[in-house]
């Protein structure tokens, strides 16, 4: 086990995640705020902590977290891949376990750009006969 901070990065959506991954007692910050303050709703802290839980590494690590861009679900999907990635530089023992869960995934999806003459990217207007 590295005893320096292992640093790694995971995007979601327009969210982006630069995660510092150091042994400690389990602290989770976001860009200096306690991971229950930034993170109000049980769920999103629930997806950022799941590569813990299932590595069951809760207690060890102290993670930083650089948030930025997106909404608050891409967010917390963007740091739950920084988080995977990290715990892999550590231990690659862990990855098999992260991967069956699909925590080392990148999801490609992105929001398709609005076309011009168009109300929205797919959406066409009104068709009129008359």
């Given at each position: 086990?590295?005893?320096?901070?292992?640093?790694?990065?995971?995007?979601?959506?327009?969210?982006?995640?630069?995660?510092?991954?150091?042994?400690?007692?389990?602290n989770?910050?976001?860009?200096?705020?306690?991971?229950?303050?930034?993170?109000?709703?049980?769920?999103?802290?629930?997806?950022?902590?799941?590569?813990?839980?299932?590595?069951?590494?809760?207690?060890?690590?102290?993670?930083?977290?650089?948030?930025?861009?997106?909404?608050?679900?891409?967010?917390?999907?963007?740091?739950?891949?920084?988080?995977?990635?990290?715990?892999?530089?550590?231990?690659?023992?862990?990855?098999?376990?992260?991967?069956?869960?699909?925590?080392?995934?990148?999801?490609?999806?992105?929001?398709e750009?609005?076309?011009?003459?168009?109300?929205?990217?797919?959406?066409?207007?009104?068709?009129?006969?008359?």
């Open positions: 086990m590295s005893m320096e901070v292992v640093n790694a990065v995971g995007r979601r959506k327009a969210a982006v995640a630069r995660v510092y991954v150091k042994p400690g007692k389990g989770i910050t976001i860009n200096q705020k306690p991971l229950d303050t930034y993170f109000p709703l049980e769920i999103f802290q629930y997806v950022v902590k799941q590569p813990l839980l299932v590595t069951s590494t809760t207690e060890n690590f102290d993670i930083t977290i650089t948030l930025d861009g997106g909404g608050i679900k891409g967010q917390a999907e963007a740091a739950r891949l920084g988080i995977a990635r990290a715990l892999c530089e550590i231990d690659a023992e862990m990855r098999p376990v992260l991967k069956k869960n699909g925590f080392m995934t990148r999801d490609p999806r992105e929001v750009r609005k076309k011009p003459g168009q109300p929205g990217a797919r959406r066409k207007f009104q068709f009129s006969k008359r």
